[in-house]
């Protein structure tokens, strides 16, 4: 079984009810909703999903890493547009990223939806365990241009449309 882990904060806004209605009818299945509450006076928001991934995915999938074959990282936002039987039937073994914005010529845009199978979560956290915050698809991209996370060729998700924190503006 692979679960998915949302990147989500305090108050729990809106759009996850829908993301998760809409990805739970395409049989996938989560952790324990772990919302965080960071200051952003004294953390950016940009900086705030590698943050949740350091403080809440780390220790949750720790917890659980003997039951389950694999997690993903997902956004609150983020819609699956794929069955977890069709993900089963890719037959991905290596991490992959699997929903994402689009891709430039130096950087991927959009962190939506990434797989570690859990053969690769210790190497994992060594990953993510950066003294210095950094926006997360900036470290995700870093991962892809050394060859230790797989970019998928067609993203499997999408955003949800909505008000963004991180931007101060409206997200389509």
């Known amino acids: 079984m692979n679960v998915l882990d949302y990147l989500i904060y305090s108050p729990i806004p809106e759009y996850y009810y829908e993301a998760y209605e ?13 919302p965080d509450s960071y200051d952003i006076t004294t953390i950016r928001p940009g900086h705030c999903p590698l943050k949740h991934i350091q403080d809440y995915t780390i220790p ?3 917890e659980i890493k003997n039951k389950i074959s694999g997690f993903f990282i997902i956004e609150g936002d983020c819609k699956i ?9 890719m037959n991905i073994q290596q991490p992959t990223w699997l929903g994402y914005k689009k891709k430039l010529k130096d950087y991927i845009v959009g962190n939506f939806l990434i797989y570690i199978p859990i053969s690769y979560f210790e190497e994992f956290k060594m990953y993510v365990n950066v003294k210095r915050l950094i926006y997360s698809d900036r470290l995700f991209t870093k991962l892809v241009d050394c060859g230790w996370l797989t970019l998928h060729p067609v993203s499997v998700a999408s955003e ?13």
């Open 22 to 34: 809409h990805n739970l009818a395409l049989g996938w299945v989560s952790t324990k909703l772990s």
């Open 60 to 62: 949750k999938i720790q």
């Open 81 to 89: 547009n794929i069955s977890y039987n069709d993900f089963l039937k």
């Open 160 to 172: 949800l449309p909505h008000y963004s924190n991180v931007l101060n503006a409206w997200r389509d």
